[in-house]
């Protein structure tokens, strides 16, 4: 979780693990790092090493098998020594291949993000140019422009590099655009700096990273088509040494000599795929999101590992029992709870307010109910979560997915990043009734227009066919309501239902869920920020602070009289209509006292 | 004193382009002809619900956006003149602070590295002058020196936004637009922020335009209040009789919508 996240900045950077034994935890990086590293040693080396002259030629000693004396790998066809070759021919292709890489990522970045940055006619104009170029394909385009420069390594390198610009540029520019936006563009443009500097200065170290990531997944690629251009004759220029060539060469000889061409082969394989090995390791390395150790996908429920085994069953006249409940976030190689013995109990018919501040873990504790804490990071450490008097967390995985939507239902935030944005409201409730009962697909239909009208929905029979984006933030948090009774729920988790929401729709939401909780006798367990929603709303409230609850009772006595000095504080906190300044001046010795 | 801000019959019309093919893109009208003046040293609220506008009249104020028509006039001098002598100028006559603080600091940069920037670009100092004014600006927004080599991720979103606002006091300019400054914020830390926003218009001589959502957060800072709806400017007045004696429809809504600690003790 974000919040969880942002609660602790504080944490040791021992526990999280850095960049380099991330790469090296990745066992096939490591191996392509090391042969890479082998290569990459052996052809800078070259010069030093006591290798014959890579162009002397001796008729005599042609075509010689690998091993013979004087020659480790034999000799080509005119005599020269392979190994010499072979190291001198992988330094020029690296080199090759290396420089490549930097002419295509400086153009093509300075494209994308130019074309990203500035948008409207230079980035139509900009893209399509590119576009013309991707749509050769890229050996004939290479081969046309070698042809026009004449054949050469250095022609050949440029005509790679063009070929690949597309490549740069297209990447560049789509995260370009993402970051032109944001607010820290916007900011920088206040604090007066110029469009150039904002380019610079500003976009391009956040852009770095991806071209950092596309210059070492495509380096591999070069060195390939480098070989090829080679291969054909039209890069490296007899007697130069070069991986393509020297496999060009050899080909002839195929039957007679196999090792002359199957040597370079094993050298541009071992070369490449080190390098995409490598290249692989290094995106996972740079990708924020595989960064924070969660490389898996997560579990369908969280990881549940308690210390102590509560018993499975208890009496309770509460229909939500929770006791001693805590869970845990691993980070790097230390864990730390994020909800530490939390308890609390929910009646039929009941309305409990959590209350707290982000961090707080009142949504961790919402969502370990279920098990859907993600997982990793999650675990559930200790504590039971009963619902009728039976401990959900010591039910397998499917009876807890049994559960999900039949006996709890939650309702989140933003219901246009829960509901799905393709498919239509009325199918995406059919959908969950169909998820848990057996009825046929137009019964769940006409279901879904009954619960589109319970919760409020005007014209339910239209607009049943609509899709989420056609529907206002209150009108989708209704679906979402909708959804969450489509299975007749005796426990409804609601993690924040209104605070996306204009005021005068929150009013409305607010009224349909103590509308649907007394009609239907719903237990409603209500995660929010707001002391006005839990002032509304609430029979009881629990008010959450590090994980823990500090103070709990009904919803009155609380408010009207709070024990803990927290709960103090966050009350003197919130400004009251008809209060005006007076607030400001209620709240100035609070921070006072605290300051010294 | 002539008036902070003198904003006359503001329109902003988004789209409404040619496309391709001749035919005319889909029109929004953002705001609808907004008029108003913020006076010397006041604070102006400007309240409604989401796509109302007023956050568009807030980043046309500051230069983000260029008005489809109207006049507006901020610190005497005309807006259009403003911006024609460049956003140096711009910034320095008025200032603007964003809802979402983390989002308003460039993720690699340092904080030294972020204030840097309006004193070199706005005020024109030298390297001596800007570091005793970098301390001098966090000193202001009570954050600690250290915080000078932090990156804005290692802050929470309360220390963030004091950032924030030390960047924005940091041009010197004597008019901020704060776009829904404390919305982003839990409970104390609004409260907090509300009282350094406080002290500071009182110590820099400051002239507030503050938008929010949130009626009771307005009324604990505003001297008067704006209510906007669909683009329109629907009722103006002081804070005491804006929230007493509301005239219009929509503003009465909004006040009977405002959840309050009351009505629970009440019942």
Redesign the interface.
């Known amino acids: 979780m974000s919040q969880i996240a942002a609660s602790s900045p504080a944490t040791e950077p021992s526990a999280r693990l850095s960049s380099w034994s991330l790469l090296l935890n990745n066992r096939l990086a490591t191996g392509g790092l090391i042969v890479l590293g082998i290569i990459a040693l052996l052809a800078i080396l070259a010069p030093l090493l006591p290798l014959d002259n890579p162009n002397a030629t001796a008729p005599a000693d042609r075509l010689q098998p690998p091993f013979s004396e004087g020659h480790l790998l034999g000799t080509d066809q005119l005599g020269r020594d392979i190994l010499s070759r072979l190291i001198w021919g992988s330094q020029v292709s690296i080199a090759v291949g290396l420089s490549a890489t930097a002419i295509a990522a400086l153009a093509g970045s300075l494209i994308g993000l130019i074309a990203g940055f500035a948008r409207g006619r230079t980035d139509n104009i900009l893209m399509r140019l590119i576009d013309m170029l991707m749509a050769f394909p890229y050996i004939l385009l290479a081969l046309a422009i070698v042809a026009v420069l004449g054949p050469g390594l250095l022609n050949a390198l440029y005509a790679i590099a063009i070929v690949n610009i597309p490549f740069f540029a297209r990447n560049v520019r789509g995260v370009t655009i993402g970051l032109a936006s944001r607010e820290f563009v916007d900011a920088a443009r206040l604090s007066g700096k110029s469009w150039l500097a904002i380019l610079f200065t500003e976009v391009l170290p956040n852009v770095l990273p991806v071209i950092v990531i596309t210059m070492s997944t495509t380096v591999g690629w070069m060195i390939l088509e480098t070989a090829g251009l080679s291969f054909l004759g039209l890069g490296a220029q007899p007697p130069q040494s070069d991986l393509g060539s020297m496999l060009g060469e050899g080909r002839s000889l195929l039957f007679n000599a196999p090792h002359v061409s199957i040597i370079p082969g094993l050298m541009i394989f071992a070369l490449v795929m080190s390098i995409n090995l490598l290249g692989d390791g290094v995106r996972d390395v740079l990708d924020p999101r595989l960064r924070a150790g969660d490389l898996t996908r997560p579990r369908a429920v969280t990881r549940i590992e308690r210390k102590t085994k509560p018993k499975s069953t208890i009496d309770t006249d509460a229909i939500l029992d929770v006791r001693g409940l805590e869970t845990s976030f691993q980070r790097g190689r230390s864990a730390f709870p994020a909800v530490k013995s939390v308890s609390f109990s929910v009646k039929k018919g009941e309305c409990l307010g959590l209350i707290g501040e982000s961090g707080s873990g009142k949504s961790v504790t919402a969502l370990s109910l279920l098990g859907l804490v993600a997982s990793p990071p999650g675990v559930i450490t200790e504590g039971a979560a009963y619902i009728e008097g039976e401990d959900v967390l010591s039910k397998s995985e499917t009876g807890i997915r049994a559960l999900r939507g039949a006996k709890v239902a939650y309702v989140f935030q933003d219901p246009l990043t829960t509901l799905h944005p393709l498919y239509k409201v009325g199918d995406q409730i059919a959908e969950a009734i169909l998820a848990h009962q057996p009825v046929s697909k137009d019964e769940a239909k006409k279901r879904a227009v009954d619960l589109m009208e319970q919760v409020g929905i005007r014209d339910a029979a239209e607009r049943v066919d609509a899709f989420p984006h056609q529907m206002s933030g209150g009108q989708r948090q209704r679906i979402g309501i909708a959804m969450a009774l489509a299975n007749d729920p005796d426990i409804i988790i609601a993690d924040e239902p209104t605070t996306a929401l204009d005021v005068t729709v929150q009013a409305k939401i607010l009224d349909l869920l103590q509308d649907l909780r007394t009609k239907r006798g719903l237990a409603l367990l209500l995660i929010t920020h707001d002391f006005g929603v839990v002032a509304q709303v609430c029979d009881k409230v629990a008010v959450m602070k590090d994980g823990e609850i500090v103070e709990a009772g009904v919803t009155e006595a609380v408010l009207r009289d709070p024990q803990h000095a927290y709960t103090q504080k966050l009350k003197a906190c919130v400004p009251e209509l008809g209060q005006g300044k007076a607030f400001l001046d209620g709240v100035r010795p609070l921070f006072a006292e605290a300051a010294q | 004193m002539s008036d902070a801000i003198v904003v006359r019959d503001l329109v902003k019309t988004f789209g409404g382009g040619r496309t391709l093919f001749g035919g005319r893109t889909h029109e929004l009208h953002a705001v609808k002809g907004v008029s108003f003046e913020l006076k010397q040293n006041e604070t102006l609220a400007i309240v409604g619900?989401?796509g109302s506008g007023k956050s568009t009249i807030a980043r046309m104020l500051?230069?983000?956006e260029t008005p489809s028509s109207g006049e507006m006039i901020i610190d005497g001098q005309d807006a259009k003149e403003l911006r024609a002598q460049g956003?140096?100028v711009?910034?320095r006559v008025v200032?603007?602070v964003?809802q979402?603080p983390v989002?308003?600091?460039?993720?690699?940069?340092t904080i030294d590295n972020i204030l840097d920037?309006?004193l070199r670009?706005?005020c024109g100092y030298d390297a001596g002058k800007r570091a005793a004014r970098k301390k001098e600006l966090l000193d202001a927004v009570?954050m600690p020196s250290d915080t000078l080599e932090r990156y804005p991720?290692?802050?929470?979103?309360g220390q963030a936004q004091r950032i924030?606002i030390a960047?924005a006091l940091?041009?010197e300019a004597r008019i901020m637009v704060l776009d829904e400054p404390v919305s982003a914020l839990?409970?104390?830390?609004?409260?907090?922020v509300?009282?350094l926003l406080?002290d500071l218009k009182r110590a820099f001589d400051l002239s507030y335009l503050f938008i929010s959502?949130?009626?009771?957060?307005v009324?604990?800072?505003s001297d008067r209040v704006a209510v906007m709806y669909l683009g329109e400017m629907v009722e103006l007045d002081t804070?005491?009789t804006l929230?007493r004696t509301p005239s219009h429809d929509y503003t009465r809504?909004?006040?009977?919508?405002?959840?309050?600690?009351?009505?629970?003790?009440a019942?």
């Not at chain 2, 989002?103 to 940069?109: W, Y």
């Not at chain 2, 839990?186 to 907090?192: E, P």
């Not at chain 2, 959502?213 to 957060?217: K, P």
């Not at chain 2, 909004?254 to 009351?262: D, G, V």
């Open positions: 619900e989401s500051v230069g983000l956003s140096a711009f910034g200032q603007y964003f979402d989002a308003s600091l460039n993720p690699r940069k920037v309006p670009l706005l009570q991720h290692e802050f929470s979103g924030a960047r940091a041009a839990d409970v104390s830390v609004q409260a907090q509300l009282l406080d959502h949130d009626l009771a957060v009324e604990s800072v804070a005491q929230f809504e909004l006040i009977a919508s405002a959840p309050r600690l009351e009505s629970a003790a019942e």
